[in-house]
Nanobody, 114 residues
Framework: QVQLVESGGGLVQPGGSLRLSCAAS????????MSWYRQAPGKQRELVAL???????NYADAVKGRFTISRDVVKNTVYLQMNSLKSEDTAVYYC????????WGQGTQVTVSS
């Protein structure tokens, strides 16, 4: 069973930046895909970005060019660097790991507001 702990959320003004972290209890090379999802109030959870065990990445159109997913294999941690934040990025952000099934973290709130 994979345990995931997110951190780094908070309140930021439009145009600002935040970096989210997701620490995994397993060696991330053994995890097929690690992803960031988000869920805004009244909306479905949506994929934001993913990184495969081979290092390939993919992004939702809404965040391309602004968000970057990366990983530190020594720390078994995946990051989401979020720049040029907009009010519509406000959501609870969840980390997930796919190893046969999907595992989820507890989520971290990101609020973009002036």
């Amino acid at each position: 069973q994979v345990q995931l702990v997110e951190s780094g959320g908070g309140l930021v003004q439009p145009g600002g930046s935040l970096r989210l972290s997701c620490a995994a209890s397993e060696n991330i090379f053994s995890i097929n895909v690690m992803s960031w999802y988000r869920q805004a109030p009244g909306k479905q959870r949506e994929l934001v970005a993913l990184i495969s065990s081979g290092g390939g990445t993919n992004y939702a159109d809404a965040v391309k060019g602004r968000f970057t997913i990366s990983r530190d294999v020594v720390k078994n941690t995946v990051y989401l660097q979020m720049n040029s934040l907009k009010s519509e990025d406000t959501a609870v952000y969840y980390c997930s790991a796919t190893v046969g099934r999907m595992y989820w973290g507890q989520g971290t709130q990101v609020t973009v507001s002036s």
